[in-house]
């Protein structure tokens, strides 16, 4: 059966379709976003539709099927008619379930679980849109960010490119509130994700969340990870995937707008 496409009047906000798929005999909600014009996306993308999996923040956790469209991309996709009509493809909205109270070191996105159902709900959307399997993107928002890289690195070679604001690596303590240590996350993360995936992300100076270092740190290890060698080039090893880090030095916590509509992250990952 064909699927569902919402005519092309429709309200912004009745452009996020409802679906669903079964992992490991659970059925899981999420929503695609699809464009105004899905057949001229699809004629203007030379017969490929990209499909970009959106990972969203800590406020958008929940069970409702809804709430991970308020935020970061998605609210620009629901509230301004340009983006809408200029956005490239399709987009994939999982929505990760609240934090257990009693989980002190949660996993969130890094959970295995929680990654195999944002998979499978990619891989139902690229089923029914009829997506282009070679210009698949993710991208994450706040704590998705963190999802986006552990997810890029559980599956490397997946994704065509990996966008991200605020994200961080090390382990979180959620009863104490407190940043957990873990120097060597950075570079495992890094050499796990691999050489050949194209990286953008940013960071605010400001951010009383999610402390810049971890940005800052993680690019130390993306660069280190991906240099050539003297041996390297001897041998002809290939130059790596480009990675791209901007920290906005006047900004806090909220730089995915910035990074949306002034710096080009969607333009740059497609």
Known sequence: PKPYV????????????EACVQVDGETWWFRVWVPPDLASVREAQGGGLPAFLLLHGFKECGWDNWWQTNSGLALNLQSSQQW?????GIVVLPQLPRRPWDERWWQHWREPQMQKMALA???????LYRADRKRLYCIGESLGTEGAWYLAASK??????????????????????EWGESPDSYKKLASSIGRATPMWFCHGAKDDFVPAQQSQRFLA???????????GAILGRSEAAEVVYKEYED??????????WDDGMIQWLD
């Open 251 to 260: 900004l806090d916590h909220h730089v995915w707008d910035r990074a949306y």
């Open 156 to 177: 490397p070679g997946l994704f065509a490119a990996v966008g991200g604001s605020c994200g961080s690596v090390e382990p979180y303590d959620w009863e104490s509130w």
């Open 121 to 127: 709900c990619l891989e139902r959307a690229v089923d």
């Open 6 to 17: 919402p005519p092309k009047d429709a309200e912004l906000s009745d452009r996020f379709v």
């Open 84 to 88: 809408a009509e200029w956005f490239p």
């Open 221 to 231: 290890a993306l660069q280190e990870n991906r240099a050539i060698s003297a041996v």
